[in-house]
C-alpha cells in the first residue's frame, strides 16, 4: 500500500510530491487486528502448541491445571466456609466456580503484560500482525478455561445448583470477556514493552484483586452482618473485576442477576478499546524495536 503524499518546495523553489508515512493512524491500526485475526490458522496452531510444549512427556497433560484448581477451589472452600460460618453445599460451587473464572481473566492480564517482550524472537522475524501474538494468547487460555470446566461439570453433578434458561447468558458473558481479554493483551503489553516496570507492578495489583474481588467470600455473606461490614461490601462495587466476574458466574451457577453489572462491563470494554485503539494507532509500530 502505498502511502499519502504532500506537497512541498525544493530548494530550486519547485513543488515536489513528498511520501507521508500512515504508520500511526487509525486504519493501520485496525488494519493489525483485521490482519491478525485473519491469520487464524497461524495463532490456532500456536495457541494449541504452546499447551502441548507445557506438558511435554506427560500422562495427565494439560489436566494437571484441571487437578490444581479441583484441588485448590476445595481446600479454600472447605476452609473458608468454617471461617465464614456459611453452608458448604452453596460456598463451595462459588468459590470453585470463582477461581476458574479468575484463572482465566488474571492470565490475560499478567500474560498480555509479557505478551511481546516473550515472543520478541517472532516479532522481529515473522513478518505478522502484533495482534497475533494477542489473540494466540486468548485461544491458549480458552483452552485451559475449556479443561478447567471438567470441575464445573463435577460441581452440577455433586450439588446440582438450580439452573434455568438465564443460565445460557453465561455464554455471551464468556465471549464479552475473551473479547476483553483481547484489548487487554494488546494495551498492556504495549504499555509494558516500552516499561519494563509495568509487569511486576501488574504481578502486584492482581494478587491484590484477588483478595478484593469476592471469590472466597460473598458480598450477601457481609450484608448479612449489617452495620460497618454491610458498608464494606458495598466498597466491592468500585472494582471492575467484581462485575465481570459476576456476569459469568452468577447464570452458571443459578444465582440471581442485576442488569447494571452488564453495563459496567460494556461501558469497561468500550473504554478499554477505545484506550487499545489508539494505543495501536501511535505506538503499533515502535513494539519491534522496544522489545
Known amino acids: 500500500m502505498s502511502a499519502p503524499a504532500t506537497k512541498s518546495e525544493n530548494e530550486a523553489g519547485e513543488r515536489v510530491t513528498v511520501p507521508v508515512s500512515d504508520s500511526q493512524s487509525f486504519k ?3 488494519g493489525d487486528l483485521r490482519t491478525g485475526f485473519s491469520q487464524r490458522e497461524l495463532w490456532l496452531h500456536l495457541g494449541w502448541q504452546d499447551i502441548k510444549q507445557r506438558y511435554r512427556r506427560s500422562v495427565i497433560g494439560p489436566f494437571w491445571i484441571t487437578i490444581a484448581t479441583a484441588v485448590q477451589a476445595t481446600a ?5 466456609s468454617v471461617l465464614l460460618d456459611v453452608d458448604l453445599r452453596e460456598f463451595l460451587p462459588h468459590v470453585a466456580v470463582g477461581l476458574i473464572i479468575w484463572t482465566f481473566i488474571s492470565a490475560a492480564i499478567l500474560e498480555g503484560g509479557d505478551v511481546f517482550v516473550a515472543n520478541e524472537g517472532l516479532i522481529k522475524q515473522l513478518p505478522s500482525a502484533l495482534s497475533v501474538h494477542v489473540y494466540r494468547l486468548v485461544w491458549r487460555q480458552i483452552l485451559l478455561f475449556a479443561h478447567n470446566l ?3 461439570v463435577v460441581i452440577l453433578v455433586i450439588f446440582q445448583p438450580s439452573l434455568s434458561w438465564a443460565s445460557l447468558t453465561a455464554l455471551p458473558a464468556f465471549v464479552l470477556i475473551a473479547f476483553n481479554a483481547v484489548w487487554v493483551g494488546l494495551l498492556f ?3 509494558a514493552t516500552r516499561y519494563r516496570d509495568i509487569a511486576p507492578i501488574l504481578a502486584s495489583m492482581v494478587t491484590l484483586l484477588f ?3 469476592p471469590i472466597v467470600w ?5 450484608i448479612n452482618q449489617g452495620g460497618e461490614a454491610a ?3 458495598r466498597l466491592v462495587e468500585i472494582n471492575p473485576l467484581f462485575h ?3 456476569i459469568l458466574r452468577a447464570p452458571m451457577i443459578g444465582e440471581e442477576q442485576q442488569a447494571y453489572h452488564w453495563y459496567i462491563v460494556i461501558a469497561c470494554t468500550l473504554a478499554g478499546w477505545a484506550l487499545t485503539i489508539l494505543a495501536l494507532k501511535k505506538y503499533r509500530a515502535r513494539v519491534p524495536y522496544w522489545v
Open 28 to 30: 493501520r491500526a485496525f
Open 76 to 80: 479454600m472452600g472447605l476452609l473458608y
Open 150 to 152: 471438567i470441575v464445573y
Open 189 to 191: 503489553g504495549i504499555v
Open 211 to 213: 483478595f478484593m474481588t
Open 218 to 222: 460473598t458480598t450477601q455473606g457481609l
Open 231 to 233: 458498608n464494606r461490601a
Open 244 to 246: 465481570y466476574l459476576d
